[in-house]
């Protein structure tokens, strides 16, 4: 649908009727899925067979979700998750080894900071925290082990934001991956890849929803980044319910009347 524009792929991108037709995407409740063989297991289970396996690995509704966000976001590959900070965690542990060095911006949302300085380095990963409107501080904080910029613009709560394309161009010097939380602006108002960004996350909680209905949380990017990040979720489980990314396909329905508004 890449010659449609930008609300009619936020409404159709991803959907896929079953054989009852159905107009409105159906709801898949189910832990796991049948087999026409046990042959046709074997080679999905080896992944030589694409097909549903297990919910916590794939859904139909969450499979559709990380279509259309990633189409928005014009990003080659999503991963959906059951929030924003499990996709924020999911992106630094599928990403990063111990040994590694992240530079974050220290205006991000509370519970970030947590993450940042209580969890991550219990896995020896070191973060050094930097004003996010300086890129001179950016620059200052690189180091021979540095793998990962994180940061939110604009940030949340203040509002503050970062020249994304200077910020993209010192990434790229030193090997970088910049990471943007993007949930503020959505991919209606901003698309950081299109910036030069390498990730952009999202707590769909918030704008993506937009009702306060329930919890998802979503990384998009470069295929070869989401297949690491896919890895880890598939092992470790935070995994999206089949209902949570049927609401947010609902909510991505609506996402740029009301971002615009």
Request: aromatic share 8%; proline share 3%; glycine share 6%.
């Amino acid at each position: 649908m890449k010659n449609k524009k930008f609300n009619t792929r936020a409404i159709r991108q991803g959907y896929h009727a079953t054989e009852q037709q159905e107009h409105s995407a159906a709801v898949f409740l189910t832990s796991s899925f049948t087999f026409d063989s046990a042959e046709q297991a074997a080679n999905r289970f080896a992944n030589e067979e694409e097909g549903n396996i297990y919910t916590r690995f794939t859904n139909p509704n969450v499979q559709a979700f990380e279509d259309r966000l990633a189409d928005l976001e014009e990003a080659e590959s999503c991963i959906a998750t059951a929030s924003g900070m499990s996709a924020i965690f999911a992106t630094l542990m599928g990403l990063l080894k111990a040994g590694d060095h992240i530079v974050a911006s220290r205006d991000m949302f509370g519970t970030t900071i947590v993450l940042l300085n209580t969890i991550v380095n219990k896995f020896n990963i070191e973060v050094t925290f930097v004003d996010l409107p300086d890129i001179d501080s950016w620059r200052n904080s690189v180091q021979t082990n540095t793998k990962i910029f994180l940061l939110e613009t604009p940030s949340n709560p203040l509002g503050d934001v970062v020249d994304l394309a200077l910020l993209s161009a010192l990434s790229k010097e030193h090997n970088i991956l910049l990471a943007v939380d993007n949930c503020i602006m959505t991919p209606a108002l901003q698309k950081p890849l299109n910036l030069g960004a390498d990730l952009v996350i999202h707590s769909a909680t918030k704008y993506i929803d937009g009702q306060g209905r329930c919890l998802a949380g979503a990384v998009a990017g470069r295929k070869e980044h989401i297949d690491e990040i896919r890895s880890f979720c598939r092992a470790t489980g935070p995994t999206l319910s089949a209902f949570n990314a049927w609401v947010m396909l609902k909510g991505l329905e609506t996402l740029s009347l009301r971002m615009k508004a």
